[in-house]
């Protein structure tokens, strides 16, 4: 049995108010009855990642600073848009529009060049597209009317979003209600596009293994609670690889496994226990390659520099950093600008 009409709330239009482009009007009640009998009529919604991401759900990864989320990022994109394993996780190719907030285009292009190359990709027309929105970053409300505009008949089956504070607009991260409002505002991407929607986001700062997966991310626990699918990049103790841990609504568990950072890509690192995690420790275990690689390639001041660094293993002496650093100066890979900032030397 199902009523014919929903009642009206106060704000929200009735079942077929409302010119085009507005929210939807709310849904019907149904009787149990008819939800069970749905239940065993409607097919269950394509896994684009198996084991991890269907269409039509939210998905964020959760990392320190630096560490290589846009590129787990593109990676995704690629391997969704050419049905290859990503992580060793089967994909189910769909279409895909990255949202880039945060690289400037030039670099993107680069690092999309690299994966595809590294992945041998084949990428071909109508399976995967980049909007380069740096420079036009506005709360998530605002921008959600042109994104849907522009997605809704597109076949989309997966849409990234990076990085998501660009999107908070006057948002206060650590506020439960303004990061439900931005993640509301996902989840409408979600219902009217019928694409999965998936984000990055940032640990909090310090060493994060004592730390339960999903509290690890930083700002509000909502973070932690709202995505349907919850994936986590924890240092693991062995240099360059990361434990990744899925926390997931919509499928049964997945044991955790350690991924091994091997630019452009991660690559599946089986042999290693995944429960291994970095501890808080001598900084002088940090090679130099990875503090390299905490470089943002546009260029950061010092100080920037080390607080990614200590965000992404833990550290907190600066002497060390600086030696690390005066190394990478007399090895020529870096060089050193006005005011104590740091550049990457170019090839």
């Given at each position: 049995?199902?009523?014919?009409?929903?009642?009206?709330?106060?704000?929200?239009?009735?079942?077929?108010?409302?010119?085009?482009?507005?929210?939807?009007?709310?849904?019907?009640?149904?009787?149990?009855?008819?939800?069970?009998?749905?239940?065993?009529?409607?097919?269950?919604?394509?896994?684009?990642?198996?084991?991890?991401?269907?269409?039509?759900?939210?998905?964020?990864?959760?990392?320190?600073?630096?560490?290589?989320?846009?590129?787990?990022?593109?990676?995704?994109?690629?391997?969704?848009?050419?049905?290859?394993?990503?992580?060793g996780l089967e994909t189910s190719p769909a279409r895909v529009l990255y949202i880039n907030?945060?690289?400037?285009?030039?670099?993107?292009?680069?690092?999309?060049?690299?994966?595809?190359?590294?992945?041998?990709?084949?990428?071909?027309?109508?399976?995967?597209?980049?909007?380069?929105?740096?420079?036009?970053?506005?709360?998530?409300?605002?921008?959600?009317?042109?994104?849907?505009?522009?997605?809704?008949?597109?076949?989309?089956?997966?849409?990234?979003?990076?990085?998501?504070?660009?999107?908070?607009?006057?948002?206060?991260?650590?506020?439960?209600?303004?990061?439900?409002?931005?993640?509301?505002?996902?989840?409408?991407?979600?219902?009217?596009?019928?694409?999965?929607?998936?984000?990055?986001?940032?640990?909090?700062?310090?060493?994060?293994?004592?730390?339960?997966?999903?509290?690890?991310?930083?700002?509000?626990?909502?973070?932690?609670?709202?995505?349907?699918?919850?994936?986590?990049?924890?240092?693991?103790?062995?240099?360059?690889?990361?434990?990744?841990?899925?926390?997931?609504?919509?499928?049964?568990?997945?044991?955790?496994?350690?991924?091994?950072?091997?630019?452009?890509?991660?690559?599946?690192?089986?042999a290693l226990d995944a429960g291994r995690l970095r501890r808080a420790g001598r900084p002088?275990?940090?090679?130099?390659?990875?503090?390299?690689?905490?470089?943002?390639?546009?260029?950061?001041?010092?100080?920037?520099?080390?607080?990614?660094?200590?965000?992404?293993?833990?550290?907190?002496?600066?002497?060390?950093?600086?030696?690390?650093?005066?190394?990478l100066l007399a090895a020529g890979r870096i060089l050193k600008e006005g005011r104590g900032?740091?550049?990457?030397?170019?090839?």
């Amino acid at each position: 049995m199902q009523l014919n009409r929903t009642p009206r709330l106060e704000g929200l239009p009735a079942e077929g108010d409302g010119p085009p482009g507005q929210r939807p009007a709310l849904p019907p009640i149904l009787d149990a009855v008819e939800v069970l009998a749905r239940h065993g009529r409607e097919p269950e919604p394509q896994a684009l990642v198996r084991g991890m991401l269907h269409r039509g759900s939210k998905m964020v990864i959760g990392g320190g600073s630096k560490s290589y989320k846009t590129w787990a990022l593109t990676d995704l994109a690629v391997s969704v848009a050419s049905g290859l394993p990503w992580w060793g996780l089967e994909t189910s190719p769909a279409r895909v529009l990255y949202i880039n907030f945060e690289i400037q285009d030039y670099f993107f292009s680069r690092r999309l060049g690299e994966v595809t190359a590294a992945k041998l990709a084949p990428i071909r027309p109508a399976t995967l597209d980049v909007w380069g929105l740096r420079g036009h970053a506005a709360p998530l409300e605002a921008l959600a009317p042109e994104i849907i505009a522009r997605t809704r008949d597109g076949g989309y089956g997966l849409l990234i979003i990076d990085p998501i504070y660009k999107c908070q607009g006057g948002r206060d991260d650590n506020r439960a209600g303004d990061v439900a409002l931005l993640l509301n505002e996902v989840e409408r991407l979600t219902t009217v596009t019928g694409a999965a929607a998936v984000f990055g986001a940032h640990f909090s700062k310090g060493n994060q293994a004592a730390k339960q997966a999903m509290d690890r991310i930083g700002g509000s626990g909502v973070y932690a609670r709202d995505p349907d699918s919850i994936l986590t990049l924890t240092p693991h103790e062995e240099p360059y690889c990361y434990t990744a841990e899925a926390t997931l609504r919509n499928f049964p568990h997945m044991e955790p496994f350690v991924v091994r950072w091997d630019f452009p890509l991660f690559r599946p690192a089986a042999a290693l226990d995944a429960g291994r995690l970095r501890r808080a420790g001598r900084p002088e275990s940090v090679p130099a390659d990875e503090v390299l690689e905490l470089l943002d390639e546009g260029g950061m001041s010092a100080g920037q520099w080390f607080q990614a660094v200590a965000d992404a293993h833990g550290i907190r002496s600066r002497q060390t950093f600086y030696a690390i650093v005066s190394r990478l100066l007399a090895a020529g890979r870096i060089l050193k600008e006005g005011r104590g900032s740091y550049s990457r030397a170019r090839p």
